[in-house]
């Protein structure tokens, strides 16, 4: 008798299934293992590339002592002077007029010291019109100061104070922000002094609000009051970022809904006032309005971004080239271009630059080369260039 007969079926069986589980589980397993394995490596290969997310710091204290020496409150004051429309007793007293007399107005602001030998960018509104500025350091040193240049068209003005040795920002870089980087603003809300607060990048390039000529706005909802205007946002780094200058609110105040022009603007515009006083910005020379569905199906193009020409100004650039009414602009040296970024585009150009556009003209690809000539400094408001008028939205940071 063989010596497995000892034993009885059913130990046997139970042996035979037990070894059975394990062979089987060691298979399972490996294959568990082998297929965790491949599909690891199969995302990692098929994954784009995205920025590694950054723990939250337990404080942004040191950002802030590097960089809140550097943002000041500025004191403006103005001069204004009150005429008949301004007398309270019209209505008793018809033949009454009120003295002609010159009167101060107050203004509080924000500024950011860009250079240690006392240049402070702000906003244009801030010192607009003003007669006497008063910068408060962080170091409660209070300075006089004068401006330098303005550029109503951004919102940004250069002034200085006479001093040395003065902390500033280091000027980052706007083409890199992205929505969902930290963002920490610094002013001086309410003429409270320098004030701190947090939040994200919300969004990048907002135009179209009608608060400035040239948006390119970084929103955020970090937040800003009246009295943060011309103050600093800045990234986890330190670096400025932008110059905040207004908020979309119903009530006034802060609702999470705040502006500040690009850093990378505020660079450009800055460098011409101090090297010039001014501004001075390249013309395309025509009239034009954002491409609809509706203007395109009626003007037989077949895309969905570009620029619509509605006017051409006589003896401009554009004119001379040969453009013509209800041509579109779809491209820009290469590059995709819709209304508001090709008025940024050429904005941000010098007079006697030559551009290449590229234009559909009743569904024909056309390309022609344009040498830009100099904005008329008297050039008003939705006059050269813009592309539509649009209502004020957005109050004063």
């Known amino acids: ?136 350091m962080a ?35 706007s083409a890199n922000v992205e929505v969902g980087d930290i963002a920490l603003a610094m002013g001086n809300p309410f003429g409270l002094g320098q004030t701190v607060t947090m939040g994200i990048v919300s969004a990048t390039g907002r135009g179209g609000l009608g608060i400035e000529d040239y948006e390119d706005f970084i929103q955020t909802d970090a937040s800003i009051n009246p009295g943060n205007s011309g103050g600093a946002l800045v990234n986890t780094k330190g670096e400025l970022i932008g110059i905040n200058t207004a908020i979309l609110s119903r009530s006034g105040g802060n609702q999470g809904v705040g502006f500040a022009v690009p850093v990378d603007m505020v660079r450009q515009v800055m460098t011409q006032l101090k090297e010039k006083g001014a501004v001075t910005r390249a013309r395309l020379g025509v009239y034009f309005q954002e491409l609809t569905p509706k203007l395109s199906s009626a003007l037989g193009v077949d895309t969905s971004k570009g620029a619509v020409v509605m006017e051409i100004v006589p003896d401009g650039p554009a004119a001379k080239s040969g453009l013509k009414k209800d041509d579109v602009i779809v491209g820009l040296n290469g590059k995709e271009i819709d209304g508001r970024s090709l008025r940024l585009a050429v904005g941000s150009m010098t007079p006697g630059t030559t551009i290449d556009l590229k234009v559909l003209r009743d569904g ?34």
């Not at 830009?372 to 939705?382: G, H, I, Q, V, Y």
Request: no cysteine; net charge neutral.
């Open 1 to 136: 008798m063989s010596q497995i007969s000892r034993y009885p079926a059913w130990v046997i069986a139970a042996l035979l299934l037990s070894l059975g589980s394990i062979a089987g589980g060691a298979f399972v397993g490996a294959s568990m293992i082998q297929a965790g394995r491949a599909p690891a490596a199969a995302v990692t290969a098929a994954a784009s590339p995205v920025r590694e997310a950054a723990g939250m710091p337990a404080t942004f204290a040191p950002v802030v002592k590097a960089v809140l020496p550097a943002v000041v409150n500025i004191s403006s004051t103005k001069v204004i002077r009150t005429s008949a429309e301004d007398n309270p007793f019209g209505d008793l007293f018809p033949g009454f007029r009120m003295p002609d007399r010159p009167q101060r107005q107050q203004g509080e602001g924000s500024g950011v010291i860009v250079s240690s030998d006392g240049y402070i960018v702000t906003n244009n509104h801030v010192v607009d019109g003003a007669t006497e500025l008063n910068v408060s």
């Open 364 to 397: 024909t690809e056309r390309k022609y080369s344009v040498t830009l000539d100099t904005m008329p400094a008297s050039a008003e408001r939705a006059e050269e260039s813009q592309p539509y008028s649009v209502p004020r939205r957005g109050g004063r940071g």
């Open 139 to 173: 170091d409660k040193r209070e300075l006089k100061a004068r401006v330098i240049g303005t550029d109503a068209k951004t919102d940004i003005a250069l002034i200085k104070v006479d001093a040395r040795d003065l902390p500033h920002v280091t000027l980052g870089s």
